[in-house]
């Protein structure tokens, strides 16, 4: 993807092909699940803090890490199982700067309704579950701050959730526009792809860092110095 973004490529093998749609729902799929398990942990956390280090035993982790490999795993390898026992007679030329299932599908030589179903509704489902899994999550997490009765509590435990809701929205939000929408278009597809792979991941660990006083007071530091070198 980056030699191509670089220009400096623009072929992959079929071998090649196989494994990005692979690894890229496998890593996809694993993503969507870890943001429900840490809205799971931020409930447990806000909800039951006396009980925290029960709900949230070494056991129940491991259980969950396990779950969340395995469960992506299979998830990926039906998907991509399902799209390249087709036959593809060419011409072989995807449009994106990757592969993925909405830009491979249509290359095949072969009625793709069944696939197109089985991928629509695999992602679906997956996202969807996953979504109102942390949705019932947040709305508990809600309730129980809504009931703190000091502002400076409600204040942090918010702190607490604010950068994860912030990485789910910008992680769910592109995976509607790419593969739970009707109508596409290469060109937009391409910009989702970009918005999704590159800026997102990228603003992920800043998002993240945040919540950290040290790296609070060096942005504002650097912002400010910025503003007295524009200004002065």
Same mark, same amino acid.
């Given at each position: 993807?980056?030699?191509?973004?670089?220009?400096?490529?623009?072929?992959?093998?079929?071998?090649?092909?196989?494994?990005?749609?692979?690894?890229?729902?496998?890593?996809? $799929?694993?993503?969507?699940?870890?943001?429900?398990?840490?809205?799971?942990?931020?409930?447990?956390?806000? $909800?039951? =803090?006396?009980?925290?280090?029960?709900?949230?035993?070494?056991?129940?982790?491991?259980?969950?890490?396990?779950?969340?490999?395995?469960?992506? $795993?299979?998830?990926?390898?039906?998907?991509?199982?399902? *799209?390249?026992?087709? =036959?593809?007679?060419? =011409?072989?030329?995807?449009?994106s700067f990757f592969c993925d299932i909405p830009v491979v599908l249509p290359l095949a030589c072969a009625d793709t309704s069944l696939e197109q179903m089985v991928s629509f509704t695999n992602v679906?489902?997956?996202?969807?579950?996953?979504?109102?899994?942390?949705?019932?999550?947040?709305?508990?997490?809600?309730?129980? *701050?809504?009931?703190?009765?000091s502002s400076e509590g409600r204040r942090r435990a918010f702190s607490t959730c604010s950068a994860h809701l912030t990485s789910i929205l910008l992680f769910y939000g592109p995976v509607v526009l790419?593969?739970?929408? /009707?109508?596409?278009? /290469?060109?937009?597809?391409?910009?989702?792809?970009?918005?999704?792979?590159?800026?997102? =991941?990228?603003?992920? /660990?800043?998002?993240?860092?945040?919540?950290?006083?040290?790296?609070?007071?060096?942005?504002?530091?650097?912002?400010?110095?910025?503003?007295?070198? $524009?200004?002065?």
């Amino acid at each position: 993807m980056m030699l191509y973004l670089m220009g400096q490529s623009h072929t992959i093998s079929y071998q090649g092909c196989v494994s990005q749609l692979f690894f890229y729902q496998f890593l996809g $799929c694993t993503e969507c699940f870890l943001y429900t398990v840490m809205a799971y942990d931020r409930f447990a956390a806000i $909800c039951h =803090p006396l009980r925290y280090k029960v709900i949230m035993s070494h056991r129940v982790c491991i259980v969950m890490t396990l779950g969340t490999w395995l469960g992506s $795993c299979l998830h990926a390898s039906v998907l991509t199982f399902l *799209i390249f026992r087709l =036959p593809y007679c060419g =011409p072989n030329e995807v449009h994106s700067f990757f592969c993925d299932i909405p830009v491979v599908l249509p290359l095949a030589c072969a009625d793709t309704s069944l696939e197109q179903m089985v991928s629509f509704t695999n992602v679906g489902v997956v996202a969807l579950m996953c979504f109102l899994l942390v949705l019932t999550s947040y709305s508990r997490i809600t309730l129980s *701050i809504l009931k703190i009765r000091s502002s400076e509590g409600r204040r942090r435990a918010f702190s607490t959730c604010s950068a994860h809701l912030t990485s789910i929205l910008l992680f769910y939000g592109p995976v509607v526009l790419i593969y739970l929408r /009707p109508a596409s278009s /290469p060109w937009q597809d391409s910009v989702v792809q970009v918005l999704n792979n590159i800026v997102t =991941p990228s603003l992920n /660990p800043l998002i993240y860092s945040l919540r950290n006083k040290e790296v609070k007071l060096a942005l504002r530091k650097a912002l400010s110095q910025g503003v007295h070198t $524009c200004w002065g």
